[in-house]
């Protein structure tokens, strides 16, 4: 989607940290608040995403959650656009429920 030039971008946060000290824990929590403080939101378990105006806005997310990162820690990023997301399929066993829908992004400008 375009408008005025921006193109809207989403980006997925995928974590691997440890847990296996109080030290580490600490770590894993305060990475986690870290990204729910920058506008993140649980998609799954050790998935966070968030959705960003272009691609630039994008870039000052991913140097953020960069300096999070823990010593430990493995961290990936994924940037993906409203049109790829659209496309993404989601499948549940048949005793799960179904995903909540995502909410309406609004960004003014």
Known sequence: MYVSGYRFMWLAVMFDLPVDTKKARRAYTQFRNGLIKDGF???????????????????????????MVPDDGEVRIITFTDK?????????????????????QLELF
């Not at 939101?41 to 959650?65: F, G, L, P, W």
């Not at 790829?84 to 309406?104: A, N």
């Open 84 to 104: 790829q997301f659209e496309r993404m399929r989601v499948f549940w066993g048949k005793r799960r429920k179904p995903p909540e829908r995502m909410p309406l």
């Open 41 to 67: 939101t649980r998609m799954q378990y050790s998935v966070y995403i968030r959705h960003c105006a272009s691609q630039e806005n994008a870039d000052v997310h991913i140097q953020r959650v960069q300096h």
